[in-house]
């Protein structure tokens, strides 16, 4: 649920004419950089947030429940702004953004929108385009190792411990059974090849067969 005060909803219950988007970008280094498709610069919570920067709202999905939501920022490449030696040299990558709507009468009547990070950013002629992800991108996100019957390591390096050189021309196809008969390698097997299966999950006793647990 958005806080809004008291004054600026009255001012969006009255359908007020005075409304524009801000946007305050805080990069990982600690710049902060404003921009609004109002026609004049406006100072937004504390920060100058630029016009005529061709910074505009794009495509924009919103989700309900644990989907991440996505959406999109464009904009004109600028030297007071975002420079393309910037966009090269990744300041923008994982940069947070707050999207404000703003009463320009009254900068300081405003409501947060939304917050994301840029998750891709590029340049496109002499303007770019960001792909925005909100917060519960992160639940996305593998942490830790997944845990499965085939070998997790690369064939070669060192969690697998093999010389590539040693078996030119040679593939793994990560399976316990490569491992140990073609590069006699078992110790260093990095997969689970006992993990039961979804077989074996679904295995019911039957008259007749044996049940014993050899069928994982």
């Not at 999905?61 to 966009?87: H, K, R």
């Not at 923008?92 to 891709?120: E, F, H, K, M, Q």
Request: a negative charge; hydrophobic letters at 45%.
């Amino acid at each position: 649920m958005r806080a809004v005060s008291e004054d600026f909803a009255a001012r969006l219950d009255s359908g007020a004419a005075t409304l524009c988007h801000a946007w305050v970008l805080t990069r990982a280094d600690g710049v902060v950089l404003g921009f609004t498709d109002h026609d004049r610069d406006l100072v937004v919570d504390g920060v100058t947030c630029r016009a005529a920067t061709g910074w505009t709202a794009g495509a924009h999905e919103t989700a309900a429940g644990s989907a991440p939501g996505l959406a999109a920022a464009l904009g004109a490449l600028d030297d007071a702004a975002v420079t393309e030696a910037d966009l090269e040299a990744g300041l923008y990558d994982g940069a947070r953004v707050a999207c404000l709507r703003v009463d320009w009468s009254a900068p300081s009547l405003l409501v947060r929108l939304w917050t994301a990070r840029i998750a891709r950013i590029a340049r496109q002629g002499q303007a770019f385009s960001a792909d925005l992800e909100g917060p519960l991108a992160d639940l996305d996100r593998v942490a830790g190792r997944t845990l499965g019957r085939l070998c997790d390591a690369a064939f070669g390096d060192g969690r697998c411990g093999v010389a590539a050189s040693a078996f030119p021309g040679a593939v793994c196809d990560k399976r316990w059974g490569t491992c140990v008969e073609t590069f006699a390698n078992g110790i260093n097997f990095r997969g689970f090849p006992t993990t039961p299966g979804e077989d074996f999950v679904t295995l019911y006793p039957a008259e007749g067969e044996r049940n014993d647990g050899g069928k994982r």
